[in-house]
């Protein structure tokens, strides 16, 4: 069963472009979450989306946004990008969305690695 | 503000010892605590869940240990590989924050060296 699937791996970009991360969950898996990684903040949650509706939104501004298709892949959108958005995007899926989070185990994609110069 | 805090940043131990890595958190509602294992450049793979009720998990050679009333975790590493090396991310599960579900520590850095 192949894994969680993002791309592209590396992206650069420049201050004030757009940028569209994509993720393909594991088959069957219908949850799918954003995360972003820095080595000052460490993971911090962007959103998570099931069944093409956006469940739970963490503490980004408004130019950072998400949706979900039909068949459970996903994309991110960065808008007006600013040098403090480089980081690591990791996706992660899993097989439903569990608001209480008791067992529902997570997997994560290898992430993209942007780059904002 | 609900917070994961883990312990040491970084630790450096030679092959074949054993290792403890310390987590503590300030997370209500507490719904469970998960440690992940990040390889350099890949995402962080699952490790351990342990809800409330239960106080010790191991998988393989990593045991994790949970105590729910002073909210400290500890993952311990019995004879240590090469390929141990990597972060390990402390996780608490809460929910209806906006946090997210999933409340994540910084991590701590394990060099294993031979």
């Known amino acids: ?117 | 503000k609900n917070q994961v805090e883990q312990s040491p940043q970084s630790l450096i131990i030679l092959e074949g010892k054993n290792c403890t890595l310390q987590c503590n958190y300030t997370v209500s509602p507490f719904s469970n605590l998960r440690w992940y294992k990040q390889d350099t450049g890949r995402g962080p793979v699952s490790l351990t869940i342990m809800t409330f009720s239960e106080n010790t998990k191991s998988n393989g050679r990593y045991t994790a240990t949970l105590d729910a009333d002073t909210k400290q975790s500890s993952l311990h590493i019995t004879a240590s590989q090469l390929s141990d090396s990597a972060s390990y991310i402390c996780v608490v599960g809460s929910y209806g924050g906006s946090q997210g579900n999933l409340i994540f520590g910084k991590g701590t850095k394990l060099s294993v060296k031979p």
């Not at chain 1, 069944?51 to 068949?71: A, D, I, L, V």
């Not at chain 1, 480089?86 to 969305?97: E, N």
């Open chain 1, 1 to 117: 069963k192949a894994g969680v699937t993002q791309t592209p791996r590396y992206l650069i970009k420049t201050r004030g472009q757009q940028v569209t991360l994509s993720c393909s969950p594991i088959s069957g898996h219908r949850s799918v979450s954003w995360y972003q990684q820095t080595p000052g903040q460490g993971l911090q949650f962007l959103f998570e989306y099931f069944s093409e509706t956006q469940r739970n939104k963490g503490n980004f501004p408004g130019r950072f946004s998400g949706r979900q298709f039909s068949n459970s892949r996903s994309e991110m959108n960065v808008s007006t990008l600013e040098l403090g958005d480089s980081a690591l995007y990791l996706c992660a899926s899993s097989l439903v969305w569990d608001p209480k989070q008791a067992k529902n185990i997570q997997y994560f994609g290898a992430g993209t690695r942007l780059s904002v110069l």
